[in-house]
């Protein structure tokens, strides 16, 4: 089966650091433009990070040099590593399998993060 | 305040047609391409539109996106009460590096 699944979100408190992870099954993912999008509590969605087929990666202003993608080939995983964390980086983090045109076609459930003290 | 502007809410009645409009300008979409999503409640999104217009496998063709200069539109035609969700557009920003969704616009189907 084809689909992603993510995992690693948690309560935490600011300053603090989580890795997510998500796992891939059906398709490899160096293949693709894999990206995270955050969702906060009743909020729109958020643009966050990718990685491209090359290695190369994205971020969005309000995540840089704080948060790092990688991937794994050999687990087929995404992997966002996220550093110095805030209250407002509070969100439902989805893990969505990303084209050249820039949509995706493949999203995981989500992994929620609660930033708070 | 999203880069790309939707409006907050549309409704309409069963088996009616409704249209959402995704404003924005020359460096996202002006020269890029529109996807669309559709996110019903408690869900993760779906897409239902990419590449401007091009539905993927097993999305109806009551939904249609089109583009034209800065603006894309979404149209869904037969409104069903499963329509009912929040609905965003997105694409990349050449200027901001990086990718863009519009605010999301909430369909009710009276």
């Known amino acids: 089966e084809v689909q992603v699944v993510e995992s690693g979100g948690g309560f935490i408190q600011p300053g603090g650091s989580l890795r997510l992870s998500c796992a891939a099954s059906?398709?490899?993912?160096?293949?693709?433009?894999m990206t995270w999008v955050r969702q906060a509590p009743g909020k729109g969605l958020e643009w966050v990070s990718v990685?491209?087929?090359?290695?190369?990666?994205s971020y969005a202003d309000s995540v840089k040099g704080r948060f790092t993608i990688s991937r794994d080939s050999s687990s087929n995983t995404l992997y966002l590593q996220l550093n110095s964390l805030r209250v407002d980086d509070t969100a439902v983090y989805y893990c969505a399998r990303g084209f050249r045109g820039w949509y995706f076609d493949l999203w995981g459930r989500g992994t929620l993060v609660n930033v708070s003290s | 305040q999203s880069v790309l502007t939707q409006p907050p809410s549309v409704s309409a009645a069963p088996g009616q047609k409704v249209t959402i409009s995704c404003s924005g300008s020359s460096s996202n979409i002006g020269n890029n391409y529109v996807s669309w999503y559709q996110q019903l409640p408690g869900t993760a999104p779906k897409l239902l539109i990419y590449?401007?217009?091009k539905r993927p496998p097993g999305i109806p063709d009551r939904f249609s996106g089109s583009k034209s200069d800065t603006s894309a539109t979404l149209g869904i035609t037969g409104l069903q009460t499963g329509d009912e969700a929040d609905y965003y557009c997105g694409t990349w920003d050449s200027i901001l590096s990086g990718g863009v969704f519009g605010g999301g616009t909430k369909l009710t189907v009276l």
């Open positions: 990685i491209y087929i090359g290695g190369g990666t």
């Open positions: 059906g398709f490899t993912i160096s293949g693709y433009y």
């Open positions: 590449d401007n217009n």
